[in-house]
């Protein structure tokens, strides 16, 4: 996203309770049903997927587990992600071993929704010793992780010579993305990985275990078999590769038998071979697609050409000043504030973004001109209502769940509020593309008393601390981070922005002008 980090959305681990729209915590949502679910994808190269890679030489053979030296795996994720799957397929494979062995295990579960971490415990011991089935810190031979951030805070149950096996991307917990923006610096994969390193050196393997079941099976869903089959190839795991396969087929439905095995042998592949190299994006087509989404926003009767003209000239301002900004943040920036005012106040914004090239250092223009973009426009229901279907929605919908089935039937619930003659109005409804389309064109709506005040005065607010009070500041970075952090929605950011304005010796964003306000709830989801 142009605004911040990049959000990862792996919709076979998103929540589907619709807690947030139960409480009413967010004025606006997006329902996405998938149809008539797709197969996986069909492979005709299961056999020789794996042809010609070398048979491991296990780290702990069976006969090593007989004579006394336990092996213990730890399999850490969060909900969602594939813990039960792994540890269930590896109890399988126990089962059929010989009677000079004994296992024993213990899935806790742990907080298995919204990101919760889930951990299982497996160890494998000789027949008639007492071992506990938890391993103790650094007790583990092998600690595999279904995400980076759990894989990260779960090192201290690995052994000195223990392997750590970890997907290579991780879920955003609601911490992060909540973040008041004060973190320095802000928690990403790249450091994860770099702190891992430092710790783990040759005892770690970082693999795209989602991105590959994603690419090559259509569903994220069977990266924990391609884990699995990469911790196999690195003689991690002390089990045959018939016991393994076995135990796919007892531990798994028969329709998802062949799609994990399959995955198990692209793991085995992705650990001999390393990742396949990932598509490279393409500007243009992100470009193309803001063009579309401003030409849609247009009443009939506006003219395309004009709107387009000025999207380029100010696109090719901003990209003079700030070379470094990737050309995309800055088309969506442009994007965003002729989408909101037909670019009333394009002019104004590009002079204060020639501002920000004077007043600020290279290392903190980028996000110096993400906080001033955010100042000149509010979310209002006017502008997410265009934000709903646009192409640009529908083109990140299509990518991310299009390949889950055949037909996505998306819904939107929304909670639009008005402050008007001392009364708050919110009406709960689910809108219809139609609604969403008429009131996209209602900008006279914010002519109304009241409209969304609050959010206006705090963007100016935020904008004269940007212009005038930051550069005097003796940690600018932390200064941005502080203003940027003001978000959220509605009550959330309004206490942010009293509490980090007035960091700044100013008096923080007015309070609302409303008086002991009456909400109004009409709820029209039901009709």
Known sequence: DAYGPKVRIDPQ??????YCAKILACPSFEKIRVIDFLPPATRSDEVGVAEGLPEPAPRKTLEDIAAG????????????????TIT????????ALPETLEFSFIDQKGLAQRNGQVTSHLALYRAGTANDPVTSQGGADLLLAADLLDGARSLSWLASHGLALCEEDMQIPLSLMLDDGEREPPLTPQRLHESLRRALGERLCLLPSRRTAGQRLGRIVYAPALLLGAAWQAGAIPFPLEAMRAAFERALPARERAANWYAFLLGRKL???????MPADDPEAELALLRTSLVESLPPWASADALLARFADALQRLTDLF???PVTHLARYVHDLLLYD???SLADYLREAERVVQRYAPEHRALALRVLTKTHFVKDEVFVAHVLVSPLEAA???????RLGRTLRVSHPNRPRLELFGKTFEITLESRPWMLRLMRHCRFLRRLPGWHRREREIAEHIRRVLLEDVPREADVGLALRRLDGIKGYRETRYEKAERKLAAFGRRGAPRSRVENPVTVRHDLAAR
């Open 13 to 18: 681990i998103c929540v589907a309770d619709g």
């Open 69 to 84: 030296n336990t092996w213990r795996v730890v399999v850490t994720g969060v909900g969602g992600s594939g813990v039960t």
């Open 88 to 95: 269930r397929v590896l109890a399988e494979a126990a089962l």
């Open 271 to 277: 650990f001999a071979t390393g990742p396949e190299p």
């Open 323 to 325: 070379p470094e900004v």
């Open 342 to 344: 037909r670019g009333a």
């Open 396 to 402: 990140h919908r299509e990518h991310t769940y299009g």
